[in-house]
């Protein structure tokens, strides 16, 4: 008998859901896009797709109100999958927020996700300082809080100033002259801000998933920054390489990666969190210390490619499970006896909406295609938004800050295409 629990993963992006197969156990509800539909005449029983309003693509929250998520819902209760016990199906999502939190308990489902409070307590620049407590003093660059009409220029190094929200950089600002301070503070004045020394050099990612008895520690990646043309923003990150964290890290750095990464795993585990979380760090060029950047409470954005990298490495013997499978028995409360899949290659890229390219057409996916490369498009129009996510099984990185062969023939693919160009 199959007494797997069923799960709905809602998402308005369906490839953050794709980290594991659709199956009679595992639904998928999200907006309707050309990409989604190649998905769904793959997997048609197991993938709901959904029609985009008149203001466009629906968020977690408008999906899970959507009448045919609780059509989904009343079939799978009324129907339960062959020779399957009578379950009612969990809800699974993205990242959980106050909205769809709410919007998940008019519902006759229960949300699996951690709960809202926490991941923003978590989160939030501001919070996040109490929350660490012991362990921002240890990991953290040197940090305050202030308003920010109370922040001081001394004349002294760079810092970094950041809102207590943001996403992919977008809340974060290098503060050089005492002009940008004052910009700043003229637009937001009585703003609170987290104020941090600037720290050089490249900066790192790593994924892990909290169990109530272990923290299983994902593959480490070299988080790819604010390059041309994929981003207009400094702060940004475009992608991930995981074959560059390997030469730039030494064994010394990877342990204390670990460290790290499991320090922060168990006080998320104390909390009561359970799943995945994801950790951005900083090694100083000078110095080669290492500093926290970020924790992030929820699903990370590179676990889905990071999970299809460690599917083909067990399809040529490596033993384990990917980072999505154990993020997914660890929200159901499914027992986990085995460690997460290592990985020594590969590496994504994603363009996103600047100032000059809004849109990207269907011959630039064909050309990389042809190329070897895997392509996921996306139909965002806001700024910063993801436009299209290549993904390559080798890396694309010769160094920090700096792309190899491939690397350039993507971003010369993309800079080539007939893309929308702003005037």
């Not at 301070?181 to 790593?206: M, N, Y």
């Not at 991930?240 to 499991?262: G, H, V």
């Not at 922060?264 to 951005?280: S, V």
């Not at 290492?290 to 409470?297: K, Q």
Request: aromatic content about 6%.
């Amino acid at each position: 008998m199959n007494t797997n629990p069923i799960i709905i993963y809602v998402t308005r992006e369906i490839e953050r859901a794709l980290g594991m197969e659709p199956s009679e156990s595992y639904y998928i509800v999200s907006n309707k896009t050309k990409y989604g539909e190649g998905v769904q005449k793959k997997y048609p029983d197991h993938v709901i797709l959904v029609e985009p309003n008149e203001k466009g693509l629906l968020g977690t929250t408008d999906l899970l109100a959507h009448q045919q998520t609780r059509d989904l819902i009343v079939n799978l209760k009324s129907n339960p999958p062959a020779g399957g016990v009578n379950l009612v199906p969990s809800l699974l999502v993205f990242k959980n927020t106050m909205r769809v939190e709410t919007s998940a308990n008019l519902l006759d489902c229960k949300l699996i996700n951690p709960p809202a409070s926490l991941s923003e307590r978590v989160e939030n620049k501001i919070t996040q300082i109490r929350w660490l407590d012991k362990l921002g003093m240890k990991y953290l660059p040197p940090h305050a809080v202030k308003v920010a009409k109370l922040i001081t220029w001394k004349g002294e190094n760079p810092f970094i100033i950041q809102w207590n929200h943001g996403h992919t950089g977008d809340g974060t600002m290098l503060i050089k002259t005492f002009d940008d301070l004052r910009a700043i503070q003229e637009k937001f004045p009585e703003r609170i801000a987290r104020i941090s020394g600037f720290v050089s050099g490249p900066s790192f990612t790593v994924n892990a998933v909290v169990t109530p008895n272990r923290i299983l520690i994902g593959n480490v990646s070299y988080q790819i920054t604010g390059m041309q043309p994929f981003t207009d923003g400094a702060f940004s990150t475009v992608g991930n390489d995981w074959s560059l964290a390997k030469k730039l890290l030494t064994p010394e750095d990877s342990r204390a990666i670990e460290e790290m990464t499991q320090e922060i795993g168990q006080k998320l585990q104390a909390d009561g969190w359970r799943g995945l979380y994801g950790i951005d760090l900083i090694k100083h060029e000078k110095s080669g210390r290492l500093f926290l950047i970020e924790v992030n409470a929820r699903q990370p954005a590179s676990t889905t490619f990071e999970s299809s990298l460690q599917e083909r490495a067990r399809e040529k013997g490596a033993r384990g499970l990917t980072t999505f499978e154990a993020h997914v028995r660890a929200v159901s409360g499914l027992p986990i006896d085995q460690d997460l899949i290592q990985i020594v290659d590969g590496a994504q890229v994603v363009q996103r909406v600047t100032k000059n390219i809004q849109d990207i057409f269907d011959d630039i996916s064909s050309s990389l295609n042809k190329k070897g490369f895997d392509t996921v498009a996306y139909q965002n129009t806001g700024y910063n938004a993801d436009l299209l996510r290549v993904q390559s099984e080798a890396g694309i990185m010769e160094d920090h800050g700096s792309f190899n062969a491939k690397g350039h023939e993507i971003a010369e693919a993309i800079k080539g295409a007939h893309i929308n160009i702003a005037v």
